[in-house]
């Protein structure tokens, strides 16, 4: 059974940092594509960034441009443990965050596996 349990959002102000966490059980990290996606009020779930341990379509850290320079995502093995520091926060970024396994690349609704979500208020 596997299970991802995320947690660190919050409301910050704009410029703000947080950092996202997710502990995963029953899935090995280092066998699967992780990925933190977000859905935005009233929009569709977007990728964010994704890492993988094997080579694959992409490198071993990849993100949406949206985010590229401000985020940056890694992973516990040990802990099973997934991460997504988030800096320079804007309004934009305002979305219910999802740590996600088990699917292809960017494509945000090709994982299996999601976690309840954590939200994320820049404000």
């Known amino acids: 059974h596997v299970q991802l349990v995320e947690s660190g959002g919050g409301l910050v102000q704009p410029g703000e940092s947080l950092r996202l966490s997710c502990v995963a059980s029953g899935i090995t990290f280092s066998r699967h594509d992780m990925s933190w996606v977000r859905q935005p009020p009233g929009k569709e779930v977007e990728w964010v960034a994704g890492i993988t341990s094997l080579p694959s379509l992409f490198r071993t850290a990849s993100y949406a441009d949206s985010v590229k320079g401000r985020f940056t995502i890694s992973q516990d093995n040990v802990k099973n443990t997934l991460y997504l520091q988030m800096n320079g926060l804007k309004p934009e970024d305002t979305a219910m965050y999802y740590c996600?396994?088990?699917?292809?690349?960017?494509?945000?609704?090709?994982?299996?596996?999601w976690g309840q979500g954590t939200q994320v208020t820049v404000s």
């Open positions: 996600a396994a088990d699917g292809v690349g960017f494509i945000a609704r090709s994982y299996n596996y």
